[in-house]
């Protein structure tokens, strides 16, 4: 007999060791049924439980009380229990509060996709395609801020933000001390720092890889490029400070950032140094490892090492000519 | 008159100083359980008399105190949750500005009972004079040898603190007000683990509120069996009703519980009608987060039976036809009062307490205020109606605390029984700005339950 725990999500079993949460249990098995989560990050102790994206239906408690939970339960914070049944994308119920929460989630998003250097990379971009609805019901103002320079390498542009609360969870684990945070409340809450002080230590960085949405962006990479023309390659190099395990973003021969290697829920493997991520930029600095693994599903395994041309511009002398530099630079690499 | 267990000697010149309060029999019940109870005959008292939360849940406040887990080794801590800020509830402010010493009573047996030796009085920030007098209160009760080391030489040890809130709704949520007694933001904690486990500092503490913590102070005094006549069923007891409104007297009683409604609003002991000679069109029964009824509703079931301000008959037909007993916040409007304006106004109030740390929340009660806001003032739609009723079912049950569901309910039922009322503010949006609706068919006697199935 093993210690293990039996649960079964959407109708398959899986063992787990006891204290997993619903969510890591799904992660196990993987596919369709691993509810999205937006707040929550695995290395992140006490994350979690905030956004409510990841509500799931569980309906048989265990082997020992085999009662329903009464509400829907956000599954990354609740544990699991021996015999537990749980539903996720085979509950209309859960279904239905999940595209409620999208909804929310999006009325006061700016939606500015288009501008964002996020997008392409975005959890709640993904979100909304998957679970959302097309067209919004709110017809009033969103709320908005002034964009914020947190340090001379990030900004913060709260406007975006979905108060995931990621960052401060960062600014408290893996940082000496926490100089930002919450203020305010409700829908008027915040992320700032203490009288616009500038967040200075040498992993604060890595706030920006959590950040789910583009609230917290690279001002080294700002408006650099697009997300899905630039190729990821993982390297590393010997850091005093952290493991200097990263992927480094190309265009061209150019190395536009440096981010750590995101996992298949786009949570970073390591956390990495300021150093790495913002002043090491050359590719002699780096021991390149390879071409990242990128889902086929993401919009950045779109961008292809040879440019295909629109059929409308391969028509279009003039496109063609418009677009020469582009061409020559894609197929010189 | 009906027995007053709470605010029997409410009237008694000086009762808030201890030498009265003593006089009047106080600090019995101190006596009584320090001197002659162990702890487990404590809780077995307050089981057998069927207490229940008196903050809103309604959960058996024995059945907590069992739950609470008692490891060898670790501090264990009462906190009284004094942060009273429903909109329509006013009672625990009355208890504690007239009669402190019951609250600090209450607090010794209560601590005693569940070994704590360190115990909190969280109270809201606003309430800056009942600060002051029950930490004048507690420096009598510790000059006479009630607090501190060695209680009535019997070895127990007890510190009662008081501390202020910032004054946030939301701090009255148990888990956020141990956030904010720890000296952090009041966001709500992720259940579980319940505050039974872990709870102030980590360790097993029970929030209570102030009344039932009162409450067992005539508990221990006359035995729980004693207790458990007064009342109704599973209602044990009497409960304070902060009535307010178009009453002709408003103010806080102490009621049996199951007491019928319609005594409660038109009997010259407790309100004595509505005020102005105006007829009765809807009543909040338990505080602002329960469901609004119509005048027909309130005083009679769906099933023809008088209402009683008990828990269960305020509850009997669920949400469809029923409400709750909630904190005893009992608003009544007249046949003047607005209920969309009603509506915009708690859901202005949820919006801008909400904490905002979990989405739907955040978000939602910003959205419901807003719609709101256009109905009430003449630019709504007719999908605004459904609208509401969406987002209100997509913020009930999905947040991590009942704020969500507080301010999904009184906008759900709000519409549930005065969809009249909404739609005529959206097809006479002017002249809904000049004149109220009226009473309309609210206070119509209900249809028999066999005409309304035949239809």
């Not at chain 1, 391969?314 to 061409?327: D, G, S, T, V």
């Not at chain 2, 009762?15 to 019995?28: A, S």
């Not at chain 2, 429903?86 to 209450?106: A, N, V």
């Not at chain 2, 127990?156 to 000296?183: M, R």
Request: glycine share 10%; hydrophobic share 35%.
């Amino acid at each position: 007999m093993s210690d293990k725990v039996k649960v079964t999500i959407d109708g398959i079993t899986v063992e787990v060791e006891p204290g997993t949460s619903i969510l890591n249990a799904a992660r196990q098995i993987g596919g369709d049924i691993v509810p999205p989560a937006m707040c929550y990050y695995s290395k992140l102790e006490g994350s979690g439980g905030k956004c409510r994206t990841c509500l799931v239906k569980v309906s048989k408690g265990s082997e020992k009380d085999p009662r329903p939970m009464p509400k829907l339960v956000a599954s990354c914070r609740t544990g699991v229990m021996d015999g537990m049944e749980v539903q996720n994308i085979t509950s209309p119920e859960v279904i239905e509060a999940r595209k409620g929460v999208v909804e929310i989630l999006l009325i006061n998003h700016p939606l500015d996709c288009p501008v964002c250097d996020q997008a392409g990379e975005c959890h709640l971009q993904d979100l909304s395609f998957e679970h959302g609805v097309a067209d919004t019901r709110y017809e009033f103002d969103r709320r908005t801020f002034e964009k914020i320079d947190i340090g001379d390498k990030i900004q913060l542009h709260m406007t975006r933000c979905i108060l995931c609360y990621r960052c401060v969870y960062v600014a408290d684990q893996i940082t000496d001390n926490r100089v930002h945070g919450i203020l305010g409340r409700g829908d008027a809450s915040e992320i700032s720092t203490y009288i616009e002080k500038a967040i200075e230590n040498d992993f604060s960085g890595n706030v920006i890889d959590v950040c789910p949405v583009g609230a917290l962006t690279d001002k080294t990479f700002r408006f650099k490029n697009r997300v899905w023309f630039t190729k990821p390659v993982d390297a590393h190099r010997d850091c005093p400070k952290c493991k200097g395990k990263v992927t480094l973003w190309y265009k061209g021969e150019e190395v536009l950032r440096v981010t750590g290697r995101k996992d298949q829920f786009g949570e970073v493997e390591d956390f990495i140094c300021n150093t790495c991520r913002f002043d090491t930029k050359n590719t002699s600095d780096w021991v390149i490892e390879g071409p990242r693994h990128i889902s086929h599903t993401s919009v950045i395994s779109s961008n292809h090492y040879e440019m295909t041309l629109l059929p409308v511009i391969k028509e279009n002398p003039i496109l063609m000519e418009a677009n020469k530099i582009e061409f020559d630079r894609a197929t010189k690499v | 008159m009906a027995r007053k267990l709470l605010l029997g000697n409410i009237n008694v010149p000086g009762i808030h100083t201890f030498d009265v309060y003593r006089q009047h029999g106080g600090y019995r019940a101190v006596e009584k359980a320090l001197k002659t109870m162990t702890p487990d005959a404590v809780v077995e008292e307050v089981k057998t008399s069927g207490l229940r939360g008196r903050g809103g849940a309604g959960f058996p406040t024995g059945m907590k105190w069992s739950f609470l887990a008692k490891p060898e080794g670790r501090e264990r801590y009462l906190v009284c949750n004094a942060d009273e800020s429903e909109p329509g509830t006013f009672k625990d402010r009355y208890l504690m500005t007239h009669i402190p010493h019951l609250l600090i009573e209450g607090m010794i047996v209560s601590s005693f009972a569940l070994g704590a030796k360190t115990s909190y009085i969280y109270v809201r920030g606003e309430m800056m004079p009942q600060i002051r007098i029950l930490e004048r209160a507690i420096a009598e009760a510790k000059n006479a040898g009630f607090l501190g080391k060695n209680i009535l030489g019997s070895g127990y040890d007890l510190e009662l603190y008081v501390q202020p809130g910032g004054g946030a709704y939301i701090c009255g949520e148990e888990t956020a007000l141990i956030e904010s007694l720890e000296g952090k933001r009041g966001n709500p904690r992720i259940k579980p683990p319940f505050p039974a486990i872990s709870g102030v500092w980590a360790c097993p503490t029970v929030v209570n509120n102030v009344e039932t913590i009162a409450a067992v102070v005539p508990i221990i005094n006359d035995g729980g069996e004693e207790y458990a006549k007064v009342g109704n069923g599973r209602s044990t007891g009497t409960k304070l009703i902060s009535a307010s409104g178009n009453l002709n007297k408003p103010g806080v009683y102490e009621i049996e519980l199951g007491l019928p409604v319609e005594e409660f609003i038109y009997s010259e002991e407790y309100c004595g009608g509505i005020a102005n000679g105006k007829r009765l069109k809807a009543v909040v029964a338990g505080g602002s987060s329960v469901p609004i009824l119509p005048a027909n509703l309130i005083l009679k079931t769906i099933n023809g039976q008088p209402r009683l301000m008990s828990y269960e008959s305020l509850s009997d037909g669920g949400f469809q036809t029923g409400s709750m007993l909630g904190s005893g916040g009992f608003i009544a409007f007249d046949e003047d009062q607005c209920i969309v304006r009603n509506t915009w106004n708690f859901a202005r109030f949820y919006h801008h307490e909400s904490c905002g740390q979990c989405s739907p929340c955040r978000e939602g009660t910003g959205w419901m205020e807003k719609v709101l806001h256009n109905l009430e003032n003449g630019h709504g739609k007719m999908s605004d109606i459904d609208l509401l009723v969406d987002v209100s079912k997509k913020i009930e049950g999905n947040t991590i605390c009942p704020l969500g569901d507080a301010a999904a309910w009184p906008v759900a039922s709000a519409i549930r029984h005065f969809r009249d009322e909404f739609e005529w503010h959206i097809t006479n949006s002017k002249t809904a700005m000049e004149q109220n609706y009226g009473l309309a068919n609210y206070a119509d006697p209900l249809p028999k339950l066999e005409e309304a199935i035949q239809n």
